[in-house]
């Protein structure tokens, strides 16, 4: 019995510790993603922030931001959400086409509630820490901060881009909200925000803004580093 509440009181303090020092206590999708609550569980979800709105789904992230805490929920249509709204979420967990989601037609009473608004953060990852584990950034909506050169255009209108600093690293683009009309091979970006996903066998960057830089520069020994300085 003494072993006993010597352990209640541990954990007791543990938690307090973690509350009174501000340490994020990890949330439902969190859990759900990393394998803790197992696919088929309903979900109650709460100060989710909304991060990228499709058409007939949209995207969610638990706060902070960060790995394994976002989740792609399927309304089957037009979301009535917006991004940055932060909401309230009751729904199936499940696995779908090697994807984690969310799935609004299950249970009965799924709902998603409106209860604020915040700025949509992002989550800054260079492309080393996104291959390491690409997995844990599924569904996240984030700021690729590498250089960027596109190397190939391919026919089904998607195209790879590598990594300056990571060069041993490629990454597919793809223009989902139809904001690039007129790729080319050989432009530069200084880093792109997208909507990081699984989408048809292959991890891809629904991309949303890129910054253009002009790497063509005459003095060989101009890094592509010293040109992101200057368009920071």
Known sequence: MVVERTAVMKYCLIFLLL????????????????GLIPEGTV????????????SNSFCVSEQPVGQWNAIWV?????????EGDIVS????????????MLSM??????E???????????????????MQEPEGYESCWINLTDGLIVSEI??????????????????????????FPDVQTAE?????????????????????????????VENNHVSFGSIKAVWR
Not at 24 to 33: K, N, T, V, Y
Not at 43 to 54: E, H, I, S
Not at 112 to 130: F, H, K, Q, R, S
Not at 203 to 210: M, N
């Open 43 to 54: 979900l109650n979800v709460d100060n989710a922030v909304v991060t990228k709105v499709m």
């Open 105 to 110: 037609s299950y249970p009965a009473d799924a």
């Open 112 to 130: 998603i509630a409106v209860t604020g608004y915040m700025d949509v953060p992002l989550l800054y990852v260079n492309g080393m820490e996104l």
């Open 154 to 179: 391919r026919p089904d209108g998607y195209w790879v881009v590598q990594s300056y600093e990571f060069p041993m690293f490629s990454f597919v683009m793809y223009d989902y909200f139809q904001l």
């Open 89 to 100: 979420i009751r729904a199936l967990y499940s696995e779908h086409d090697g994807r984690s």
């Open 188 to 216: 530069c970006y200084n880093n792109a925000d997208a909507l990081f996903f699984w989408y048809g066998d292959e991890w891809v960057l629904k991309t949303y803004d890129v910054d253009h830089v002009n790497c063509a």
């Open 74 to 82: 399927w309304v089957g249509e037009l979301p009535t959400v917006q």
């Open 19 to 34: 509350v009174m020092t501000g340490t994020a206590i990890a949330g439902p999708i969190h859990d759900a993603r990393t």
